[in-house]
């Protein structure tokens, strides 16, 4: 291992593989990877199901097929792995403090950091879930990795908080090595992962989702004995006489998912409180020169393939920068706004010069869900820079707007790039 | 035939001189101070591990001594106990920080509460320094703008409550003293010719028959039924008070020094404080609750400490909250010995007269972490009272020695450390960068670790942001590992609470 | 075969088309709700042969990890999921393994074959 690399990416998910091998494909010689498992691939590992790849690929493909096919190409270019090791610090210089078993103490400099440590599982606390604290309660990834990759099954009797695609790709898995799901409960009046999940992982299945429903209780001091269950209002207060108590041994939790970021902020990388990820630009470079971020890490991601498409450009990005240096640009870059019904937007920033090379792809989240005919839009104050028309509009499923060449002139003349989301 | 004291016979191998009956502080404590005389001596703990009741769910203050009512066994022992924390971290080397502490008034109306702190501070020869709310905004910039003043008592402080009730039991356990985990006192046992009082001269347990001259009754919780066992204090009950607390990650909210509000009745009231690991915690409520085990978080509670703290804090964030938990308080009936004082929540720490052969401790709630080594030193007085001849073991040891803590180091000595043992170059738990290393020290350590929550408590795996999320997979193959077990047997606090169900494929 | 209308959720893609479904029987007789042509192609399969794609794992020796994940090649029909899971449940392979090995080929007689999700190393590689 050399002390010294061109890029350095922190993380092998979907978004560090594919930024490692961009920034290999754009010219930088030495490339290095730091995962903190024996293995490369992150989580795609434990993804055992298909679903993955439709976009990249053209393919259905297990998550570990999906990882395995980057991972290859890694192998094949020969860029630089540092398994076992996780990463304790990185300095706004760049300087990367890393341990492992296997290869000791390293202190290593980048000239470029691509941030890909992906993104972490709520947890029981950040939704204070009343009752005691015995054992048989886990986030759905933590199962996930149990029963996939180790081989072990946390439980026989399953209820499952949250209508996360973990979650119910979960239940399926339970039900597949002979547990009993008794139940998924989701506090939203609506799905929050895909309806195909819940067709093929639940309704096959006779697994029951019950919409506006959560747990009022834990029950049980050394495991899980049972869960009280009980409906919500509009404003999540428990309905009284509601009230049903669920045995089972064992409660999942699929209640969301947070980016990994205290890697960043250590380096003083700025984060949007909404996303919980860094501030970035459409190279997804973040405030700190020479630090990028890509993937879930950023935002979390309804699908791979798209974390796929942000690692490839945060790769090249950092690549463009190890080697050039900063580019001066000579448009200040344009802020992106979160408009009516949208959540957040990324990137944050767009440099209009970029669209003479590529399109930006505007990544957001709908507050409320539309079910009819909608636009996705882009203004400036009052001027409409693009839109496009979609079928409808769900929290569960990330939305798209792109802007291309052709909206080069209205781009650099704006002063804001507001994205809304409205019915048609 | 049975055991009479100083019997010159070789003592059967489940005879001691003195069996102590619980492993929380208290037990852990009296335990380390009493290895250091010839006695043996059997330690007894119901659950899986020490440092499972009330001393695992606090606010881990080791209180200055001024919020105590004056002429109470707890004001003096608080007093004398506070004093010994800094050499007691010293030798055992767990962590604690003599940062000092305040108490808050806010708006005019609290003002009076103030002087009433201060007069008891003064009662009870507490060092404090009064200062104005602009004093008080001024070194804690995120407290409420209506902050009116505050005492400041200097010799206040945090710690690691885990820390110091493993750290004591280990020193006690290196130094001779038995410890059995697992294993529940059921009754006494007495001598049977014994005419005047009764003497005791052993427990029965769900392990068997342990025989002793002394029994230390250290059961917090249950010490009442101890006691009721033994005929003495029929009168005295413990009513188990739960506090609820939410802990904040450091990473997203910091406070840098411990807050507590004006008391009410029952309580020191909700406080917001920084803790020896940075993160912030806030609380506690107090209910009282029928069940002794019943350490469950409600959402009422929840709410309640909440909004308790934000009158202090009135910037807390809900976002930043990473753990909730419950503790029970054993709170008691004692009245204070000194008949002159009106006091019916003391201590409890005697040789009742009534019976021979037992040290009784009892209602030892807050301020009972600060007050435990006094306590300790207490009880050996009352023993050498009672005619026990204590002679020193020539070879005793009071140092515990520290173990490597990764997340402590600087990087140039974790790169030394790894190089010496590459364990510690592996990092479990990626919140607390809690190493390999560690956990496996731990389960070999002198009170092994054996169960998720004991590895924990050790090394503060599992209490960051992803809460064991992360690390509990590799902590149940590391125990596994480490212990010869199937991981399908490891479990989180011992007993059933098993973590795994069975294996996916099963050979059928 | 009486008349009867169900309600359906196409899985083609992530719009996830709520479906009326009048049918009779295995008898297609009339769709409404889909938003576009392979709705009434799932419809059809799903009232005459319901297919889905089924991903476990199998057993591994002396491999990295003591399983490998495995998925059918293609759609499998959906009544016989826990047949074949079950004939799934007695395999045991060698490590290593490639990614795409056969595992199991025309599993219970369908013509779909189970193939390795990803490569699996030795303990020793």
Request: charge should be negative.
């Amino acid at each position: 291992m050399k002390e010294h690399y061109d890029v350095v990416v922190i993380g092998s998910g979907p978004g560090g593989l594919a930024a490692a091998l961009a920034a290999k494909r754009a010219g930088a010689d030495d490339v290095l990877i730091i995962e903190r498992d024996q293995e490369l691939g992150g989580i795609l590992l434990q993804c055992i199901h298909n679903g993955f790849g439709v976009e990249i690929f053209g393919e259905d493909l297990p998550g570990p097929s999906y990882a395995q096919r980057f991972i290859n190409e890694v192998h094949d270019l020969g860029i630089e792995t540092l398994l076992d090791a996780m990463v304790l610090e990185i300095t706004r210089e760049r300087t990367i403090y890393a341990t492992s078993a296997q290869t000791g103490f390293s202190k290593l400099q980048a000239k470029a950091i691509v941030l890909a440590m992906g993104c972490r599982e709520r947890t029981r606390a950040q939704i204070r879930i009343p009752g005691m604290r015995p054992s048989g309660v886990y986030t759905a990834g933590t199962a996930q990795r149990w029963v996939n990759v180790e081989g072990y099954m946390p439980g026989k009797q399953i209820v499952i908080l949250g209508s996360g695609d973990i979650g119910m790709i979960m239940a399926r898995r339970l039900t597949f090595e002979g547990a009993k799901v008794e139940r998924v409960l989701e506090v939203m009046p609506y799905l929050s992962g895909l309806s195909r999940n819940y067709v093929q992982c639940l309704l096959d299945f006779d697994i029951p989702l019950q919409l506006r429903h959560t747990v009022k209780r834990i029950i049980g001091r050394e495991r899980v004995e049972a869960v009280e269950a009980v409906a919500v209002d509009e404003q999540w207060i428990p309905v009284p006489g509601t009230e049903a108590i669920i045995p089972c041994d064992t409660l999942l939790l699929s209640v969301g998912l947070i980016p990994e970021n205290e890697l960043s902020q250590q380096a003083g990388v700025r984060l949007d409180p909404v996303t919980g990820g860094p501030f970035v630009d459409e190279g997804y470079h973040t405030n700190i020169p020479g630090i990028f971020a890509a993937g879930n890490v950023v935002h979390v991601y309804d699908l791979v393939d798209w974390v796929t498409e942000a690692g490839f450009a945060a790769g090249e990005s950092a690549a463009r920068y190890a080697m050039c240096g900063a580019e001066t640009a000579r448009i200040p870059p344009i802020p992106t706004t979160a408009g009516e019904n949208v959540r957040y937007v990324v990137p944050h920033l767009v440099n209009p010069e970029r669209l003479s090379q590529a399109e930006v792809r505007l990544q957001m989240r709908v507050r409320q869900p539309l079910e009819q005919p909608v636009w996705i839009q882009v203004h400036d104050r009052e001027t409409l820079v693009t839109r496009r028309a979609a079928r409808y509009a769900r929290p569960g499923e990330m939305v798209n707007v792109t802007l291309r060449e052709r909206d080069y002139d209205k781009v650099r003349q704006s002063k804001e790039l507001r994205v809304s989301i409205v019915p048609h | 035939m049975h055991e009479t004291p100083g019997s010159p016979r070789e003592p059967a191998p489940s005879t001691y001189d003195i069996i102590i009956v619980g492993a929380g502080i208290v037990g852990a404590m009296v335990a380390r101070y009493l290895s250091r005389y010839q006695l043996k001596i059997l330690w007894i703990e119901k659950e899986a591990d020490i440092c499972m009741g009330a001393s695992a769910a606090n606010s881990a203050i080791v209180h200055g001594g001024y919020a105590v009512e004056p002429g109470t066994l707890k004001a003096e022992l608080n007093v004398r106990g506070n004093a010994m924390w800094d050499q007691l971290a010293e030798e055992l080397h767990f962590s604690f920080e003599r940062c000092g502490t305040y108490a808050v008034a806010i708006g005019s109306e609290e003002q009076e509460a103030l002087r009433a702190e201060e007069a008891r501070a003064r009662a009870n020869g507490v060092p404090y320094q009064l200062i104005s709310g602009e004093e008080m905004r001024r070194r804690e910039p995120q407290i409420s703008p209506e902050t009116s003043g505050a005492l400041f008592c200097p010799v206040g402080g945090v710690c690691d409550p885990w820390g110091a009730t493993i750290a004591a039991g280990e020193n006690a356990v290196t130094n001779g003293v038995t410890l059995k985990r697992s294993t529940a006192f059921l009754d006494f046992i007495w001598e049977a010719d014994t005419n005047k009082p009764p003497q005791i001269a052993g427990i029965v347990t769900d392990r068997g028959e342990f025989r002793a001259r002394w029994v230390i009754n250290a059961a917090g919780l249950y010490a009442d039924e101890v006691m009721h066992r033994a005929g003495v204090r029929e009168e005295f009950t413990i009513t188990p008070r739960r506090g609820e607390y939410v802990v904040l990650d450091r990473n997203h909210f910091q406070l840098d020094n411990v807050l507590f509000p004006m008391p009410s009745r029952i309580s020191k009231g909700i406080l917001v404080t920084t803790t020896v690991h940075g993160n912030t915690i806030v609380g506690p409520n107090a209910e009282e609750v029928g069940d002794r085990e019943d350490a469950a978080v409600t959402t009422q509670g929840l709410e309640e400490i909440w909004e308790g703290a934000l009158k202090l804090v009135p910037n807390l964030d809900r976002h930043a909250i990473i753990a909730v938990f419950a503790g029970l308080r054993p709170g008691s009936n004692a009245p204070t010995p000194d008949p002159k004082i009106d006091y019916h929540k003391d201590f409890v720490i005697e040789i009742p007269e009534s019976i021979r052969g037992l040290v009784n401790l009892g209602g030892i709630e807050s301020p009972g972490l600060t007050a435990a080594p006094a306590i300790a030193l207490r009880v050996i007085e009352l023993l050498k009272q009672a005619g026990e001849v204590l002679y020193e073991k020539p070879n005793w040891n009071p140092i515990r020695p520290g173990r490597p803590v990764f997340r402590h180091l600087s990087h140039a000595e974790q790169a030394e450390l790894v190089r010496k043992d590459s364990r510690y170059g592996r990092v479990i738990c990626r919140c607390e960068a809690v190493t390999e290393g560690e956990i496996v020290a731990e389960i070999h350590a002198p009170v092994p670790a054996d169960t998720y929550d004991a590895i924990k408590r050790r090394t503060w795996l599992g209490t960051g942001r992803c809460q064991g999320a992360f690390d509990m997979p590799r902590v149940v193959e590391l125990l596994a590992q480490e212990l010869g077990l199937n991981p399908l047997e490891i479990t989180k606090r011992g007993g059933p609470s098993k973590l795994l169900a069975r294996r996916t494929k099963m050979r059928d | 075969m009486p008349e009867t209308t169900d309600e359906m959720i196409c899985i083609t893609c992530p719009v996830g088309c709520t479906l009326q479904v009048t049918h009779n029987g295995e008898t297609l007789l009339h769709v409404d709700g889909n938003t576009c042509s392979r709705g009434l192609g799932y419809v059809e399969r799903e009232l005459t042969d319901p297919r889905r794609m089924v991903a476990t794992t199998v057993r591994v020796r002396g491999g990295l990890h003591p399983l490998v994940p495995v998925c059918t090649v293609e759609p499998f029909p959906k009544p016989r999921i826990f047949e074949l899971l079950g004939a799934l449940r007695h395999i045991e392979i060698e490590a290593p393994v490639k990614m795409n090995q056969v595992v199991l080929e025309d599993a219970l007689g369908t013509g779909v074959d189970v193939v390795a999700s990803r490569d699996m190393p030795g303990t020793g590689s």
